[in-house]
T-cell receptor
Framework: ETGVTQSPTHLIKTRGQQVTLRCSSQ?????VSWYQQALGQGPQFIFQ???????GRGNFPPRFSGLQFPNYSSELNVNALELDDSALYLC?????????FGPGTRLTVT | RKEVEQDPGPFNVPEGATVAFNCTYS??????FFWYRQDCRKEPKLLMS???SGNEDGRFTAQLNRASQYISLLIRDSKLSDSATYLC?????????FGPGTRLSVLP
């Protein structure tokens, strides 16, 4: 096990709602990255946080936002949910490049 | 052209076979490379880093060719438990790009 945990494991929301996903990084890891993985595709990079600051962002709209806390845990917030937001959301923690993933949160938007 | 490309497969091989996957990337400034494996409905797990000098871990060998902008993964003596999707990851600056993955099925 990587020591990276995510909550909740599954979530069902309706279009237009907002959602917050949580991630606890592996002990000692100061960098957290978030990914969206649609069925049958590779993970798509959303953004990365390093020491509580956004440190890189993929091609996702501003309604995807995040936070990192002093203990390096992190949240992903998605506003105004759309049907296409249905996916597995993965967080990964890292210290020196190599990333270790949590089990993911499966979000379904109806 | 996509930033990172992989043959989606599936590769169906018998136990004991040797199988090779390639992954091409478009940005010559990319600086770090990894292979991950992902089992069905599970998270990706780090398999190995990829270096220009090549690196080996048991039955797995990874290679980077910067001139041709591709990385490779060779699996020798395939086991049933190697059945999974293999994802390459290319890092450029702070941008982590996964390939779409190659599915491998090792058959008894």
């Amino acid at each position: 096990e990587t020591g990276v945990t995510q909550s909740p494991t599954h979530l069902i929301k309706t279009r237009g709602q907002q959602v917050t996903l949580r991630c606890s990084s592996q002990s000692g890891h100061n960098t957290v990255s978030w990914y969206q993985q649609a069925l049958g595709q590779g993970p798509q990079f959303i953004f990365q946080y390093y020491r509580e600051e956004e440190n890189g962002r993929g091609n996702f709209p501003p309604r995807f936002s995040g936070l990192q806390f002093p203990n390096y845990s992190s949240e992903l917030n998605v506003n105004a949910l759309e049907l296409d937001d249905s996916a597995l959301y993965l967080c990964a923690s890292s210290l020196a490049g190599e990333q270790y993933f949590g089990p993911g949160t499966r979000l379904t938007v109806t | 052209r996509k930033e990172v490309e992989q043959d989606p497969g599936p590769f169906n091989v018998p136990e004991g076979a040797t199988v090779a996957f390639n992954c091409t990337y478009s940005n010559s400034a990319s600086q770090s490379f990894f292979w991950y494996r992902q089992d069905c409905r599970k998270e990706p797990k780090l398999l190995m880093s990829v270096y220009s000098s090549g690196n080996e871990d048991g039955r797995f060998t990874a290679q980077l060719n910067r001139a041709s902008q591709y990385i490779s993964l060779l699996i020798r003596d395939s086991k049933l438990s190697d059945s999974a999707t293999y994802l390459c990851v290319v890092i450029t600056g702070q941008n982590f790009v996964f390939g779409p993955g190659t599915r491998l099925s090792v058959l008894p």
